[in-house]
């Protein structure tokens, strides 16, 4: 699963929390002190924001989840891309004060093109002016999504204590000293009844409305029960039709275990996916591989990284088969094999060595040579090839060149790296100035692969903004009349020469012609070609 939101809606925070209460840490990590487990690059401690998706896996009721915390910024959105490309369900989560951000939107039409189920987590509940409501009516509104409710907030702003558990209709309660590990259950306070009633009530009108098996059940008795209704709504989750929505305050520690078991109980396992679809590289004909075991082999791989000790990592989710250390594997693009020297699992910048991965699960490989993101990794006796990753075209632009001659070499080399870590990332040479020009989504992007540049490749750069070369085009016509009259080595020269311009069509280039009846009264084709060389310069100076 992935968790995706705006920036500072607390995608990191809860992603840390995830990891202390399913065991995978024993102090919980601060965004502001950074010590993070997923923020893990120095620039992101150091700015306080995530920069780079981070793949970490952890256990909860026995199940295994891959989870991918990815970066809220704009500037970083093909880790969003990439990331979602290769998951199997995501978490939105918002921000109970500012509801539906930009990013929100964008991440979340992001995983509509991939079609990735989702729930919605209603973060930072305890802040002043945090709005249930108001956020779950945007998620309706500016979303198109169907949000149902599966809690209530017991409080808000500095009152925020729990929630309200619609389903077996309880309160929790959260407690501070144990650091949100202990979780009382108790009566729904009076005076909140009747909002819970109420919102169960839709709830189950929501369930049934989405999902035919439920609504038998519905109209012979609406006061459906809680297995009844989770069965449903994992079925319509997985549909797409529903997002079921929680709330809390990952901050605060309230909240982030049941959000851990509503990933288990209604995200989809890679076994309840779709049939992943490629392309049978020899007949270009649309193929289907099943997500199990049994079937050949069809990896992605979706992101590199550079590792100090190991060099490339190359993250790779499993479609179909099981990728094994020591086994050939097949590139579709490159029409070459290569072995896998090393696989590992994740955990943000921490390793563990394994020997295989099977359908559903993300690792990385060590040791290959050819490959690039949005690359298919296949079984060579039915090679196919997957849907790549849309990257998005850069939007700004920097000139950039070694403080010395001597680092021209190594600033080229490491600029090559970043640009194979980030294809948003890109490195070319302005064929009309002779600049270097480093490309990105933003000025913060920018900043930080100068950054980079600078402390992992120990490449120190002079940036700028890139030199403009200016053009001229004609834009209505115009005529004009030379009369030449001189007398050149003992004989008089005349001449009269006429030119019209006129504007074309854009985009269809220059052309130059000189009229037939003056092309026959010329003395010699090389002055009618001497011509036609001369307007043409004119035209392009």
């Known amino acids: 699963i992935g968790i995706v939101a705006h920036i500072d809606a607390g995608k990191t925070t809860t992603?840390?929390?995830?990891?202390?209460?399913?065991?995978?840490?024993?102090?919980?990590?601060?965004?502001?002190?950074?010590?993070?487990?997923?923020?893990?690059?120095?620039?992101?401690?150091?700015?306080?924001?995530?920069?780079?998706?981070?793949?970490?896996?952890?256990?909860?009721?026995?199940?295994?989840?891959?989870?991918?915390?990815?970066?809220?910024?704009?500037?970083?959105?093909?880790?969003?891309?990439?990331?979602?490309?290769?998951?199997?369900?995501?978490?939105?989560?918002?921000?109970?004060?500012g509801g539906v951000q930009p990013q929100?939107?964008?991440?979340?039409?992001?995983?509509?093109?991939?079609?990735?189920?989702?729930?919605?987590?209603?973060?930072?509940?305890?802040?002043?002016?945090?709005?249930?409501?108001?956020?779950?009516?945007?998620?309706?509104?500016?979303?198109?999504?169907?949000?149902?409710?599966?809690?209530?907030?017991?409080?808000?702003?500095?009152?925020?204590?729990?929630?309200?558990?619609?389903?077996?209709?309880?309160?929790?309660?959260?407690?501070e000293g144990t650091e949100g590990r202990d979780i009382r259950a108790f009566e729904i306070p009076a005076e909140l009844m009747a909002a819970a009633v109420a919102a169960r009530a839709a709830l189950c009108e929501q369930a049934a409305e989405a999902d035919d098996t439920l609504m038998e059940a519905y109209f012979e008795t609406p006061e459906l029960p809680a297995d009844l209704l989770r069965a449903s709504l994992r079925r319509s989750v997985i549909a797409g039709k529903i997002v079921p929505v929680l709330c809390g305050t990952s901050l605060r520690n309230k909240g982030v275990q049941q959000l851990l078991d509503a990933v288990?109980?209604?995200?989809?396992?890679?076994?309840?996916?779709?049939?992943?679809?490629?392309?049978?590289?020899?007949?270009?004909?649309?193929?289907?591989?099943?997500?199990s075991a049994a079937a050949p082999l069809t990896g992605l791989v979706f992101k590199i990284a550079t590792d100090p000790y190991v060099g490339r990592l190359f993250f790779v989710r499993i479609y179909a088969g099981t990728l094994k250390k020591g086994q050939n594997v097949y590139n579709p693009r490159s029409r070459k094999r290569e072995r896998i020297l090393k696989l590992v699992r994740l955990f943000a910048d921490d390793q563990t060595e394994v020997e295989a991965l099977g359908p559903g699960e993300i690792g990385a490989i060590v040791g290959l040579k050819e490959a690039t993101t949005g690359d298919t990794l296949c079984a060579e006796h039915q090679p196919v090839y997957l849907e790549r990753?849309?990257?998005?075209?850069?939007?700004?632009?920097?000139?950039?060149?070694?403080?010395?001659?001597?680092?021209?070499?190594?600033?080229?080399?490491s600029m090559a790296l970043l640009a194979a870590e980030d294809p948003t990332c890109q490195v070319r040479v302005d064929a009309?100035?002779?600049?270097t020009i480093l490309s990105g989504m933003g000025e913060l992007h920018l900043e930080i692969l100068v950054d980079r540049l600078r402390r992992e490749f120990k490449c120190e750069a002079n940036t700028g903004r890139p030199m403009v070369s200016y053009y001229e085009t004609v834009t209505a016509a115009g005529k004009s009349t030379y009369l030449f009259d001189r007398e050149l080595g003992g004989k008089r020269h005349y001449a009269q020469?006429?030119?019209?311009?006129?504007?074309?069509?854009?985009?269809?280039?220059?052309?130059?012609?000189?009229?037939?009846?003056?092309?026959?009264?010329?003395?010699?084709?090389?002055?009618?070609?001497?011509?036609?060389?001369?307007?043409?310069?004119?035209?392009?100076?």
């Open 15 to 97: 992603t840390e929390r995830i990891l202390f209460y399913a065991g995978r840490t024993h102090r919980l990590g601060n965004v502001d002190e950074g010590n993070t487990v997923t923020d893990w690059m120095i620039q992101e401690r150091e700015r306080g924001i995530t920069i780079t998706s981070a793949a970490i896996t952890c256990s909860w009721q026995g199940m295994q989840i891959n989870l991918i915390d990815t970066p809220g910024h704009v500037d970083f959105t093909i880790e969003v891309e990439r990331s979602l490309r290769v998951l199997d369900g995501a978490v939105g989560v918002f921000c109970a004060v």
């Open 104 to 175: 929100s939107e964008t991440v979340w039409r992001q995983a509509d093109r991939y079609h990735v189920p989702r729930i919605a987590f209603i973060n930072k509940m305890d802040r002043m002016g945090a709005d249930f409501e108001a956020c779950v009516a945007e998620i309706r509104t500016r979303l198109r999504a169907n949000p149902v409710c599966l809690q209530l907030p017991i409080g808000r702003a500095e009152t925020f204590s729990g929630v309200i558990d619609l389903l077996e209709m309880r309160a929790l309660a959260y407690d």
């Open 264 to 291: 288990v109980w209604y995200l989809p396992s890679p076994l309840e996916r779709p049939p992943v679809e490629a392309t049978d590289l020899k007949s270009e004909a649309k193929v289907t591989r099943e997500q």
């Open 389 to 413: 990753i849309t990257v998005p075209e850069p939007v700004m632009f920097m000139a950039i060149e070694p403080k010395s001659r001597a680092d021209k070499e190594k600033l080229e080399q």
């Open 432 to 435: 009309e100035t002779g600049q």
């Open 497 to 541: 020469v006429t030119v019209e311009v006129a504007p074309r069509k854009r985009g269809s280039g220059h052309a130059v012609e000189i009229v037939s009846a003056v092309r026959r009264r010329l003395p010699d084709e090389r002055l009618a070609e001497c011509v036609e060389q001369g307007l043409t310069d004119g035209i392009l100076t």
